[in-house]
């Protein structure tokens, strides 16, 4: 089965580092389902904003959530935005300050945020929690109207973007490799730690299954 990739844009299009590019939509997912954050970036009267905040994926749709009261998510209702998504996974250390460098694997996606309807709200908050943490929405109290109010979501087509990608060990010039100088790769990654319970939590609650089974990455 052929890959099935984004659409490649003048703007999407990588020129420098060319063989980092990756297009395949698979990929994309991949990058996007292994981490909860985004910054979605945006131009307002002639001023660049750039807000981090959570995203998660439905299909061939990306969502992000902010709240009602923001003047600035008001007013890119319908505008172009563009929406990065990082994982950082070491430091290049090379011969020379010059090729110093990082491996990550990172999403650049551009498009038009759409102002999720409030009768669907609701049911994109929950994929958002589950998306968050598998089974966690079942567990919690029914969200009130007033919070369901104060949040917007917005979503945006998986269509116009690409993927960019760094692997492996430093790339020297070739007369530095004689120098007695260490290089190499000081790989770094996302680790999950032991659950901190919230002192503020009823006697004898213990850790639910769905925390201590959680693990990183997509979950369907």
Same mark, same amino acid.
């Given at each position: 089965? %052929?890959?099935?990739?984004?659409?490649?844009?003048?703007?999407?299009?990588?020129?420098?580092?060319?063989?980092?590019?990756?297009?395949?939509?698979?990929?994309?997912?991949?990058?996007?389902?292994?981490?909860?954050?985004?910054?979605?970036?945006?131009?307002? *009267?002639? #001023?660049?904003?750039?807000? %981090?905040?959570?995203?998660?994926?439905?299909?061939?749709?990306?969502?992000?959530?902010?709240?009602? +009261?923001?003047?600035?998510? #008001?007013?890119?209702?319908?505008?172009?935005?563009?929406?990065?998504?990082?994982?950082?996974?070491?430091?290049?250390?090379?011969?020379?300050?010059?090729?110093?460098?990082?491996?990550?694997?990172?999403?650049?996606?551009?498009?038009? +945020?759409?102002?999720?309807?409030?009768?669907?709200?609701?049911?994109?908050?929950?994929?958002?929690?589950?998306?968050?943490? %598998? =089974?966690?929405?079942?567990?919690?109290?029914?969200?009130? *109207?007033?919070?369901?109010? +104060?949040?917007?979501?917005?979503?945006?087509?998986?269509?116009? =973007?690409?993927?960019?990608?760094?692997?492996? %060990?430093?790339?020297?010039?070739?007369?530095?490799?004689?120098?007695?100088?260490?290089?190499?790769?000081?790989?770094?990654?996302?680790?999950?730690?032991?659950?901190?319970?919230?002192?503020?939590?009823? +006697?004898?609650?213990?850790?639910?299954?769905?925390?201590?089974?959680?693990?990183?990455?997509?979950?369907?």
């Amino acid at each position: 089965m %052929p890959k099935e990739e984004l659409r490649q844009t003048p703007r999407t299009k990588l020129v420098r580092n060319h063989r980092r590019a990756e297009y395949d939509r698979e990929v994309v997912n991949d990058i996007i389902d292994a981490t909860p954050m985004c910054y979605v970036s945006y131009i307002i *009267d002639g #001023r660049p904003y750039l807000t %981090p905040t959570f995203q998660w994926r439905d299909g061939d749709t990306i969502y992000w959530h902010g709240s009602s +009261a923001s003047r600035f998510l #008001r007013q890119i209702v319908g505008k172009e935005v563009c929406m990065v998504v990082t994982l950082f996974d070491g430091l290049v250390l090379a011969r020379s300050a010059f090729h110093h460098s990082a491996n990550y694997r990172s999403v650049m996606l551009f498009g038009e +945020a759409t102002q999720i309807s409030d009768e669907d709200k609701d049911e994109h908050l929950k994929k958002f929690v589950d998306n968050l943490i %598998p =089974g966690r929405w079942e567990t919690l109290r029914p969200m009130t *109207d007033q919070e369901v109010k +104060a949040t917007t979501v917005f979503s945006m087509p998986i269509d116009e =973007g690409s993927a960019k990608i760094r692997t492996g %060990p430093p790339v020297d010039d070739d007369e530095d490799y004689e120098l007695p100088i260490w290089a190499g790769v000081l790989p770094m990654k996302q680790v999950l730690e032991a659950p901190e319970p919230d002192p503020k939590n009823l +006697a004898g609650l213990e850790v639910p299954e769905h925390v201590r089974n959680f693990e990183l990455g997509k979950h369907d």
